[in-house]
C-alpha cells in the first residue's frame, strides 16, 4: 500500500504542473475528472485513492498561491478526505453508512458518467450539421396555397341572432321590475296581531305573510322577513315559536306575561 | 469521366443549396478553373430532363425547378376559419326560419337594405341554396337552407330549431335580464 | 415501368420543394393509393447516392440535403452559428441523452451549478424543449430534444444518437449507479 502511495506521489507533481488554477474548470467533479483522465487508465480501473490524494494536493496547491477557491471545491476537498479515511481504516461491522468502496465506486460510477457525456458531447458536436456541412435546398419552389374558408358559428350564433333580431324588433319598452321586498320590519307589523292576545294560541307563521304575496320567490322572502322577525319577538319574551323538526311547519303563539 | 462526374456532383450540390439562381460566372467562380462550363450545363440539364426537377434558366441564371407538368402537387390546401359578421348571422337566422324567403322579404324583416355580397357568402358556405322563384310579380328568387347547413349545425330538418316560444322560454328572446328562478327549490322547503 | 418513374418524378417533385423533411406519411398523402413507398423511397435513395445530392433521413422524414463531402463549395451557404460554450455543448449532450431530465439532474451529473442562460440559449436554439413535468416534488420542468435538433445533427430520432445503445447497456444513462456496483478495484489499493 505504501509502495503504491509513494509511486502515486511521484506521478502528482506531474499532474499539478498542468494545472496551475481552477480557471477552465466546471467545478469539483470537472477537476477529478481531468486529473483522472491524467492516470492514463481506463475509469472502470481508475484508483479513487490515487486521484483523492491528487485532488487533495492541487487544492493545497492552489491554496498556496493564494488564489480563491470557490466553496464547491472545498466541499469536495472535505468529502475526499472523509472517503480517504474510510478507504484506509478497517472496516466497520453492521454499518449502516455506505463503505468506503461504496462511495468510492460510487464516485468512480459518477466520473464514468460525465466523461461518457464529453465524449458524446464530441461525436454530436463533429457530426454533419445542417448549414454548416450540408445543406437543405436554398432556393425551393414556391408552395401555391389554395384556401378554403370554414365559417366559425355554431348554431347557438344563429339562435342568439335570431332572438336579438327578435328582440330589437319587437321594440317593446324595458319596464324595469319593481322590486319585491317584505322587510323585517313589515313582518313585525303583521305579528302584532297576535302580540297581547289574551287567549294565546299556536298559529302558523305562514299565516303572518299577506295574501298578496304570490309568488314563490317572493314568499320564500317573506318567510324569512317573517321568521327573522319571530326571533325578534322570542328575544323580547313577547312570543314563543316551536318547531317539531326540520323543514317541518312552524308555530308561534303570544306568550302572556 | 471521374472528373467528369465530380465536376456534375459539385454542381448538384452548388445550385441545389444555392438562394437563388446562379449566373454562369457564379458557377465558373465555384468550380475548379478550366472546364468547359456550357458542357457541364448542357450534361447536368440531360441529366435532370425526365425527373422530376429540371434545370432551368431562369432571370439570368440557372436553377432547378419542378418539372412544370408536376406543378400541381406543389399546392397546398389550407383551411381558414373565418367569421361571418352579424349581418350574415342575422340573415342566415332569418332565411332558416322564415323559408322560402326572398331578398325583399328579408329585408322588409330586418327593416335594412341587404348588402350585396351578404347572401352570396351565405351561398359560397353552402348554407344558403336557391328555392325556385316566387310566383309573384318579378318572380324573384327565393331562399332557403341547404342539407349542408343542417348537417353542419346538427339538425335532422329545419323543423328542429327552436320556435320563438322556445327561445323565449330559455330567456334567449327576452328583452329582460333573465331571471334565475327556481321554483323547485322553493317548494320542498315551505 | 411507366407508373414507377412517374412516381419517382412525383417523389422528386415534392421532397425538392419541402423545406422542411416530409415524414411518410407527408408522402404517401400526396402520391397515388396503393403503392409500396419504402420500395420508392429506398429507389429514390439509390439514384441519388452518388449524386451531389442526397435523400436522406432525418427527424422522422425524408429530405434532400447537399452530400457532406462537398462542404467545401457551400462557403457562401454556410449559415454562422454562434459559438456554443462547452458548458452549453456538456448541457445539450446530457439533455439528448437522458431526456427528459430536469435542471437538478443535469446539475447532478455535472456536478456543478448550471448557470442561467445555459439551458436558455440552448432553447433559444430550438434545440431544447420543455417536455413537461416531472412528477416529483415541487413538479420540476423537465427539458428534451426538439425535432430541430434532429434535424440540425442529421439523426432521425434520439435512438440515433451516438453511442447510445452502448451507454444504455453500460447503465450510464440510469439515474443511478446499478445496485451491484464493482468495488474490487478499489479494494486493491485500500
Known amino acids: ?257 | 469521366m471521374v472528373q467528369n462526374d465530380k465536376i456534375i456532383r459539385m454542381m448538384e450540390a452548388i445550385l441545389f443549396a444555392a438562394v437563388q439562381p446562379l449566373s454562369e460566372e457564379d458557377l465558373s467562380e465555384r468550380l475548379p478553373d478550366g472546364i468547359n462550363l456550357n458542357d457541364y450545363i448542357e450534361q447536368l440539364k440531360n441529366k435532370y430532363a425526365a425527373s422530376g426537377i429540371n434545370l432551368i434558366k431562369v432571370a439570368g441564371g440557372w436553377s432547378f425547378r419542378t418539372a412544370p407538368d408536376l406543378s400541381f402537387l406543389l399546392e397546398k390546401e389550407r383551411t381558414v376559419t373565418r367569421r361571418l359578421s352579424r349581418a350574415a348571422i342575422e340573415t342566415l337566422a332569418i332565411i332558416a326560419y322564415h323559408q322560402p324567403i326572398t331578398r325583399a322579404e328579408i329585408e322588409e324583416i330586418r327593416g335594412v337594405a341587404l348588402s350585396k355580397g351578404t347572401v352570396d357568402l351565405l351561398m359560397e358556405a353552402n348554407w344558403v341554396i336557391l328555392k325556385g322563384r316566387k310566383k309573384a310579380p318579378g318572380r324573384p328568387v327565393m331562399y332557403g337552407t341547404s342539407n349542408e347547413f343542417l348537417n353542419h349545425f346538427g339538425l335532422d330538418n329545419v323543423d328542429d330549431l327552436p320556435g320563438i316560444e322556445e327561445l323565449k322560454a330559455t330567456g334567449l328572446l327576452s328583452p329582460d335580464p333573465p331571471q334565475n328562478i327556481n321554483t323547485q327549490d322553493d317548494e320542498s322547503h315551505t
Open chain 1, 1 to 257: 500500500m505504501i509502495n503504491s502511495f509513494t509511486e502515486n506521489n511521484g506521478g502528482l507533481e506531474n499532474s499539478i504542473s498542468l494545472l496551475i488554477d481552477l480557471d477552465g474548470f466546471e467545478g469539483p467533479l470537472d477537476v477529478l475528472l481531468t486529473l483522472a483522465r491524467k492516470q492514463k487508465v481506463d475509469l472502470t480501473k481508475l484508483s479513487i485513492l490515487t486521484l483523492a490524494d491528487q485532488y487533495l494536493a492541487f487544492i493545497q496547491k492552489i491554496k498556496e498561491k493564494n488564489i480563491e477557491i470557490a466553496a464547491d471545491y472545498l466541499v469536495m476537498a472535505a468529502w475526499l478526505v472523509y472517503l480517504k479515511s474510510k478507504l484506509l481504516l478497517p472496516k466497520e461491522e453492521n454499518n449502516e453508512e455506505l463503505s468506503g468502496d461504496e462511495l468510492a465506486a460510487r464516485l468512480q460510477w459518477q466520473l464514468r458518467r460525465l466523461d461518457s457525456m464529453r465524449e458524446a458531447a464530441k461525436k454530436i458536436m463533429t457530426r454533419n450539421r445542417l448549414g454548416m456541412d450540408i445543406f437543405p435546398r436554398g432556393f425551393p419552389d414556391k408552395i401555391k396555397l389554395i384556401r378554403n374558408s370554414v365559417f366559425n358559428l355554431s348554431l347557438y350564433d344563429i339562435l342568439k341572432a335570431y332572438s336579438d333580431f327578435n328582440s330589437r324588433s319587437q321594440k317593446k319598452p324595458y319596464i324595469k321590475k319593481r322590486l319585491f321586498s317584505h322587510t323585517i320590519d313589515d313582518a313585525l307589523k303583521w305579528l302584532s296581531i297576535i302580540i297581547g292576545s289574551p287567549v294565546p294560541k299556536w298559529e302558523l307563521l305562514e299565516s303572518f305573510i299577506p295574501e298578496s304575496i304570490i309568488s314563490n320567490q317572493e314568499k320564500k322572502s317573506a318567510i324569512t322577513a317573517t321568521f327573522s322577525a319571530s326571533l325578534e319577538l322570542v328575544k323580547d319574551g313577547k312570543v314563543i315559536i316551536q318547531q317539531d323538526k326540520e323543514f317541518s311547519p312552524i308555530y308561534i303563539k303570544s306568550k302572556l306575561v
